[in-house]
C-alpha cells in the first residue's frame, strides 16, 4: 500500500506543479494552457485515489484537512475548465486566481499539523 500511496503522491505533486508552472507562464498575455486543465484534473483524481488508498489500508485521516483540499482542488479544476472553454475572456485575474489557489492547496498540505 505504502508504494501505491508513493506513487499516487508523486502523480500528484506532479500535476500541481503543471497547473503552478502553466498558470504563471501565461500571466501576461493571459491564457488557460491546455495543461493546466490536464494537471488539475490529474491532481484532482490523484488526491481522491490517495484517500481512498489510505482509508482501505487503515490509516488515519484528518478529514477537515482532506476537505479543504478537496474544496481548494475543484475550485481551481473548474476555473481551469471555465478558463479554457472561454479562451477570448480569459484575464489576468482568472490566470492569477487559479495560480494563488494553487499556491495555497500546496501550503495547506504542507503547514497543516
Request: without cysteine; hydrophobic residues 60%.
Amino acid at each position: 500500500m505504502s508504494i501505491l500511496l508513493g506513487i499516487l503522491l508523486v502523480i500528484h505533486m506532479i500535476g500541481w506543479a503543471i497547473v503552478l508552472g502553466g498558470t504563471l507562464t501565461h500571466l501576461r498575455p493571459p491564457r488557460i494552457a491546455t495543461g493546466v486543465t490536464h494537471g488539475a484534473l490529474t491532481a484532482l483524481v490523484a488526491g481522491i485515489l490517495m484517500v481512498g488508498v489510505a482509508e482501505m489500508g487503515g490509516r488515519d485521516l484528518d478529514y477537515a484537512w482532506v476537505a479543504v483540499k478537496l474544496v481548494v482542488g475543484l475550485v481551481v479544476t473548474a476555473l481551469a475548465i471555465f478558463g479554457a472553454r472561454r479562451e477570448e475572456k480569459v484575464t489576468t485575474g482568472l490566470v492569477g486566481g487559479i495560480a494563488g489557489l494553487t499556491m495555497l492547496n500546496i501550503a495547506v498540505a504542507v503547514l497543516w499539523r
